[in-house]
């Protein structure tokens, strides 16, 4: 007898808890998937370059997605470690440092349609009329750097002016932080330093879009090949959503993205791609989690 009269007010209790049992679970999964951008240009001009992609994005997952551009890596990697951003855009170094302090994990990458490859140079400029034709010209010459942590704007080519020979702190008269791409190649266009180093896909999208004319601004010097700036998401992002994330961005084409310009697509990349990028940074002696 008390079986039964209890029976409906068992069912009626668990009905009122499932949605606290189920609600953990559920929680794995955010409501919005929020994306983070690095600016290698000017903010506004990323963001806006890469609205399509982001609408896109959003239709096919079926969710909203949020991106913002932080001012530095540093806010893109911070905000990852505190579980505020689900997936960010780094440059190489910035990845391999993300991946050490927040379980950083690259899933994919984008391949311009200009270039075809899933990599690009980094390269040391000077003005045309500058009559430098070589690094051995640039001697007592100001230069500028990007931000210490810029993957082609600071680490590779310094790693490969040190492997030729020339230690930068000690060559160059002057040596800033311009803190942009787009800001060093206007700063050596306005001859406000002699000579920089930026990311080649950078200067040619600041000739095209009218910032430099093509024959203003010289290249003196190009470094190896380096693997494009991944996607990268929280290790412990829900392995489902991961998954459709993935499918998402496989379909992206003929889109622009960022500083990359329009892409022929993104292709899938890992963890592996980047080591060339931990190599250069024991060239450097340098300790990625100190720059954090």
């Not at 810029?150 to 930068?168: I, N, W, Y």
């Not at 803190?179 to 330093?193: E, F, P, Q, Y």
């Not at 203003?216 to 470094?223: A, F, P």
Request: glycine share 8%; net charge positive; charged share 25%.
């Amino acid at each position: 007898m008390r079986s039964c009269t209890f029976a409906p007010m068992r069912r009626a209790l668990f009905g009122l808890l499932l949605p606290l049992i189920t609600l953990p679970a559920l929680a794995e999964t955010p409501r919005t998937l929020t994306i983070g951008l690095v600016p290698n240009e000017d903010s506004q001009a990323m963001m806006e370059n890469s609205r399509l992609v982001i609408d896109g994005l959003q239709k096919q997952l079926g969710m909203p997605v949020k991106a913002f551009v932080a001012t530095d890596f540093s806010g893109v990697i911070e905000a990852m470690r505190s579980k505020k951003l689900d997936v960010g855009y780094l440059g190489p170094f910035s990845y391999v440092l993300a991946h050490q302090v927040a379980g950083a994990e690259a899933f994919t990458v984008g391949v311009p349609k200009k270039t075809g490859q899933s990599a690009y140079k980094s390269v040391i400029i000077t003005r045309s009329d500058s009559g430098a034709t070589s690094l051995d010209a640039l001697k007592g010459k100001s230069f500028a750097f990007v931000d210490p942590v810029s993957t082609s704007g600071h680490m590779f080519p310094k790693a490969g002016l040190l492997k030729s020979g020339v230690d930068p702190d000690r060559y160059f008269g002057r040596v800033i932080f311009s803190g942009s791409h787009d800001a060093s190649i206007l700063a050596v266009a306005n001859k406000k330093v002699d000579a920089a180093a930026v990311a080649d896909r950078i200067l040619q999208s600041a000739i095209a879009k009218g910032q430099v004319k093509p024959d203003e601004l010289r290249i003196v010097w190009s470094s190896a090949p380096i693997p494009e700036s991944p996607m990268a998401w929280r290790k412990d992002l829900d392995p489902a959503l991961k998954e459709k994330v993935a499918r998402a961005f496989a379909n992206v084409k003929d889109l622009p993205w960022g500083d990359q310009g329009v892409l022929d697509g993104f292709q899938a990349t890992n963890d592996a791609a980047y080591d060339v990028i931990r190599d250069t940074a024991k060239t450097l002696d340098i300790d990625l989690r100190s720059m954090k």
